[in-house]
């Protein structure tokens, strides 16, 4: 018989092992290990899972679009009323293409357009049946624990297509307010977005006895975006989007909480000097100094920032031919998100990695005293004939690579454009970290706590603790 060990490894490899999302990190070594089985479906020891399948398009793809440039849907949806659904179809009436003019079946949803500059307003068309949602209304809220996300592209007749080529990026974004309120014994992450998926890198799995706590009731704000670098034809393209889950109360065995961070590379591009950069030094003495760059051509306005030394800066910027690398010290001067990154010792099981075509590696390098180590190396390939990338690293532990709290961390990625004609370029790293926080909240349990039931440590009239096996392990991690 194998171990549960060994099964665990071999479900990740398997799993992980396709197109686009193809290396686990050996515990042994950590280095990555490539694997080329086929995907078969995804399986999870912790407990029954329930799935929700989004059905996105068709997009009509008229022209090449650049990063960005795409058609795209941005929609609002609530966790539960997508599984009771259990299949949601984003129509193409709701499709838009940044900068035209748009059809007036448009879908906005809490957070900002995809463009800056369409007004919020509410769809014409019911993405969840009103059945559904009238049941969903008076329903308990749940806790439920993320375990996976796919992405496929398909054509218009629902055939799988061979790859992402397709395929910009999608992301999904949190009520960081909500879940601050629904999780209030637990990490409170700084940026909203905590998925993004994108060519090369369109599933992921989390380790066993691990996943992201959820409330039934969140809304998450998805988009979806096409790209076409490729094709003078006009195509039609679907995507096709499934989320698995298993419920807290169905658990068999313990599962952890995560918490992400989201550090990226930024560049600045305008007010930098030499007192800023000196005073930049003061907050990372060992650390590079933020790299200038040019914002890319297709970059929207509403992605430049400005830092706390006045500079102006944008994750979205231009890699000339040749070899590049790109530095942002992770710390508040740089980013606001980044204000509590490493703020304790917690431990990283998953990284998803959001580059762009010619990147070559994304690293993430902590200094402490003088001294400097890469924490997580995340590899890269490009297809250079048809501008895609063909494959990302994706980096799974379920022992942990350690964080340490109390040391000075930066991004780096290195492009090698070989196009012999500018690129634009993005890197950032979503770092699936242990919550060592997190207890769970008073919603999640069927009744009120009964302290002689759960065992926690009064006696019984016999003079015997009480103790109850289900109540302990729900109570894990």
Partial sequence: MFSKQFKTWLILLLWLGSPGTTSVLAEDNAQPIRASQPLPAATHDEGPTVTAEMMIGPFDLKKKYRSMEGPYVRVPLKIGDMLAAKSVAIPASLIKVPGAAQAENTMSGSGPSMNGTDANQTPEVQVIPEEV????????????????????????????????????????????????????????????????????????????????????????????????????????????????????????????????????????????????????????????????????????????????????????????????TYSSPINAITSKTNLQFASSDTDIHLVLTHVHPFCEKCVLVQHSNGQSKDIVTVRAKTNAKDLTLSEIDTISSVQGIPLEAGKNYELQATYNNTSGQPQDSMAGMALYCTDNSFVRPKWAFAGDMNEAYCGAGESNRSGKRTHNTHKTRRSSG
Wanted: aromatic residues 10%; hydrophobic residues 35%.
């Fill in 133 to 324: 949602t009238r049941k969903t209304a008076h329903q308990k809220r749940e806790l439920l624990w993320l375990k996976s996300v796919k992405m496929e592209m398909l054509d218009e007749n629902d055939k799988p297509l061979p790859d992402a080529e397709f395929f910009c990026h999608a992301t999904i974004d949190v009520d960081l307010d909500f879940r601050d309120q629904v999780f209030p014994d637990s990490e409170h992450p700084a940026n909203m977005r905590h998925i993004v998926l994108t060519q090369g890198q369109t599933q992921f799995a989390f380790p066993e006895g691990f996943g992201l706590p959820v409330a039934s009731d969140e809304n998450w704000n998805f988009v979806f975006q096409t790209i076409n670098r490729t094709s003078e034809l006009p195509r039609r393209v679907k995507e096709r989007c499934v989320l698995t889950f298993v419920k807290d109360s169905e658990l068999v065995y313990p599962i952890k909480a995560l918490f992400w961070y989201y550090p990226m590379v930024n560049v600045v591009v305008d007010r930098n000097s030499r007192d800023r950069v000196t005073a930049e030094r003061r907050a990372c003495p060992d650390c590079s100094t933020i790299s200038d760059g040019v914002p890319a051509p297709s970059s929207m306005r509403n992605m430049i920032f400005t830092d706390k030394l006045g500079r102006s800066e944008i994750g979205h910027w231009v890699v000339p031919p040749g070899v590049h």
